[in-house]
């Protein structure tokens, strides 16, 4: 497949190049557009569409279609592709071959002032109740979480400046797994372990908000775990999801955590960003209501 250039495209005009122009991605464009920035998206079809951005079409497993790259000159490189299945393969591919053939496609940075990267807090396999920072080790315990980091690797040999974004599970607006799980308390989990998650309007303002200091000539740290304030018990947030559709809940609570990890998001509020939704509760009013009517 040949890249092709949907819109006309001044490389002067297009600081801000978006790899990987999906659902996230596109609220970041979103965002960036609002801010009168000027803003470039690849991504494999046409389904994302924001008013204003210019578009190509590429596959970052695929290197002959990422030609149209050479002729970019984006002064910031945000990649936030998503792995096509939950396999070995899809994840080299789509992380860690996929990063290094854009950046040979931008030869190598060498524009470039920044290069955010988004990660997964799947590269921390260790489970328990302690909470979890940017200054603890990575040790993932699946194939996810191996080539997560192997992808993050590649950015320390760029000459310019990068931040590995982890973020927790995502949900907001169609992502409904959860609420659909609340519904059907027999699918519950039997185990009830911990979890973290951001709502996609906070991941994308802070990717933006980032992005407002690199051009503000600011210092961003090498890492960032993105998630919300309130990592919490999963049959927890489950019963509280189903109480709030009048649903009749699942299973009793154990009394203990079973698993799971627990992450701060300590150095992304000590940053000065604030979330929108510090919390589940929080973060899913609206998509409930949304749901029921």
Known sequence: MTALLLTPYMPELSPILIVGYGDLGGEIGRLLIKDGLSILGLSRSERTHVDGISRLTGDVTKPETLGCLTAVEPQVLIYCVA?????????????????????????????????FFVSSTRVYGQAGNFSLSETDQAEPSD???VRLLQAE???????????????????????????KLAIDPASWPRQNNWSNRIHRDDAAAFIVFLIH????????DDCYIVTDSCPA??????????????????????????????LSNARMLGSGFRLRHPDYQAGYANLIEQAIV
């Open 83 to 115: 792995a096509s299945e939950q396999s070995d393969d899809s994840y080299r591919a789509h992380y860690v071959d996929g990063l290094r053939q854009v950046l040979a496609a931008l030869r190598q940075g060498r524009n470039l002032k920044h290069v």
């Open 143 to 145: 194939f996810g979480g």
């Open 153 to 179: 690797q590649l950015l320390n040999n760029l000459p310019c400046g990068h931040t590995v974004l982890r973020l927790s599970g995502i949900y907001g607006p169609g992502r409904d797994r959860l609420l």
């Open 213 to 220: 200091k690199v051009f503000h000539g600011q210092v961003l």
């Open 233 to 262: 018990l999963q049959l927890e947030v489950l019963r509280w999801l189903a109480e709030q559709m009048d649903l009749k809940p699942g299973p009793c609570e154990p009394d203990a955590p079973a698993g799971g990890k627990r």
